[in-house]
């Protein structure tokens, strides 16, 4: 804290890096003690939380390497850019955090985004088109839910409605046949338009770096199907997620 910061203002600069549990104890306790007594931050702190778990829902845990985990301290606690109303100024720490997260899960967790990106520089580049979208204000989810054979499957698409690559994150999806490969489609007046093929790990789970000919608010629903390796010119196999884009 410096000598013209109030408590408050010290603990609410240390709020996106408490929702990650990347303070040290003495911090921890501050926040904890000035959380108490002010509804504001705690409300400040919910809405970080929220967004954690949105970025979270189907992210593996892997280790951190070495030196990751005070980057992405240093990041999150980065103060905005300049002085703004209060709704406003709360983007640009949400934004830290999202930043912080999601730089986190695809590349400290080594990743591999179903584009199947070869080399150190093409994750890098899907990294940061991903980071790029799950930054901007106008960024919205969209849930999927799993159909028969796969019911308890789960994903959520990050999309900007005029941009034309989405983030699809899927959790429980069960692993197809060797010789089978997941395919999402962009469905638009009846018709269905390849986002991309992708895998999933042993838990069933991926992040898929989607890519549309044309801006994601074009279209009114998406669905995954079960297709030959290399994917099929339209679907052929029993569709496992869906979810509307529109509303």
Known sequence: ???????????????????????????????????????????????????????????????????????????????????????????????????????????????LLSLQVRGLEGRLRAAEAALDLMTRPTMTVRELRGTEPAAGARGRLYLVPDHRQALLVVADLPAPPADRVYQLWLIRDGQRISGGLFRVDAQGRAWVLVQAPEPLGQYQAVGVTVEPAGGSPGPTGQRVLWGTLSG
């Open 1 to 111: 804290m410096t000598e013209h910061e109030t408590p408050h203002e010290t603990v609410r600069a240390l709020l996106p890096a408490y929702s990650l549990g990347a303070l040290d104890p003495e911090e921890e306790r501050l926040c904890q003690a000035h959380l108490q007594d002010c509804p504001a931050c705690r409300a400040e702190l919910q809405t970080y939380r929220q967004v954690a778990t949105a970025l979270l829902l189907a992210a593996p845990a892997p280790a951190a390497p070495p030196g990751l985990r005070a980057a992405l301290l240093r990041r999150v606690t980065a103060p905005p850019p300049a002085p703004a109303a209060p709704r406003e100024a709360l983007w640009p720490r949400l934004a830290a955090v999202a930043a912080g997260l999601a730089l986190g899960l695809l590349l400290a967790g080594n990743i």
